[in-house]
C-alpha cells in the first residue's frame, strides 16, 4: 500500500529528498504522514498532508527545513529534507490515514510503509 525510499548517509547540512509510493485506496480521501523513530526513541510525526485542499503540518523539530508535498497524479508523496542534523538520523515511514486533518495518533494511520533510513553523520 505505501513504499518508502530515498533514504541515505548524508552530512550535517545535507539534503534529501524521501518519496513515498502509494497504491490501493483513495488518495484524495486520506492524509499521508511522514513518521521517524531513531534508536531508543518514540515513533513521532514530522509532517503531514491532507488529501483534497493539501493542507500540510509540520513537527517543530523539523518547521522551516523540511518540506511535504504530493502529486496527485502519481499517488506520489515527498518530504523534502534540508539542512539537515545529526539529530534528525532515524528510520523514516510514510503512513496514511482516512480524513483531511493532521493526526499524531499512530494507531490512526491505517498503512504503514516499510520504513527508509535516514543517516546523518560527518
Known amino acids: 500500500q505505501l513504499q518508502a525510499s530515498g533514504g541515505g548517509l548524508v552530512q550535517p547540512g545535507g539534503s534529501l529528498r524521501l518519496s513515498c509510493a502509494t497504491s490501493?485506496?483513495?488518495?484524495?480521501?486520506?492524509?499521508i504522514g511522514w513518521w521517524r523513530q531513531a534508536p531508543g526513541k518514540e515513533r513521532e510525526v514530522i509532517s503531514c498532508?491532507?488529501?483534497?485542499?493539501?493542507?500540510?503540518y509540520y513537527a517543530d523539530s523539523v518547521k522551516g527545513r523540511f518540506a511535504i508535498s504530493k502529486d496527485n497524479a502519481k499517488n506520489m508523496v515527498y518530504l523534502q529534507m534540508n539542512s539537515l542534523k545529526v539529530e534528525d538520523s532515524a528510520v523514516y515511514y510514510c503512513?496514511?490515514?482516512?480524513?483531511?486533518?493532521?493526526?499524531?495518533?499512530?494507531?490512526?494511520?491505517?498503512?504503514w510503509g516499510q520504513g527508509t533510513l535516514v543517516t546523518v553523520s560527518s
Open positions: 503512513a496514511a490515514h482516512r480524513g483531511s486533518y493532521y493526526s499524531r495518533d499512530a494507531p490512526s494511520y491505517m498503512y
Open positions: 490501493g485506496f483513495a488518495f484524495d480521501e486520506y492524509a
Open positions: 498532508i491532507v488529501g483534497g485542499d493539501g493542507r500540510t
